[in-house]
């Protein structure tokens, strides 16, 4: 019986640690993760910037080129 109250205590002990030290942990690794986010969303916005920039400007290039065929 003291075996397996010795192992809950540790277990218990061990765990209370490991919370401890993750409440620690959390706020950093929180923080980069939220970093990395920001950073895919600002990449994946300017590359949907630029590709709409692209397309508008094709879509006028070739109006224009039909446009002076035509004429």
């Known amino acids: 019986?003291?075996?397996f109250a010795a192992g809950l205590t540790a277990t218990?002990?061990?765990g209370f640690l490991l919370?401890?030290?993750l409440k620690i942990l959390m706020v950093?690794?929180?923080a980069w993760?939220?970093?990395?986010?920001?950073?895919?969303?600002?990449i994946l916005l300017i590359t949907l910037g630029?590709?709409?920039a692209i397309g508008v400007?094709?879509?006028?290039?070739?109006?224009?080129?039909?446009a002076s065929e035509v004429a």
């Open 19 to 21: 919370l401890e030290a």
């Open 33 to 42: 993760v939220m970093g990395l986010l920001a950073l895919a969303l600002k």
């Open 28 to 30: 950093p690794v929180t």
């Open 1 to 3: 019986m003291m075996r």
């Open 57 to 66: 400007g094709a879509f006028f290039y070739r109006r224009s080129r039909k």
């Open 50 to 52: 630029l590709v709409a």
């Open 12 to 14: 218990g002990v061990i």
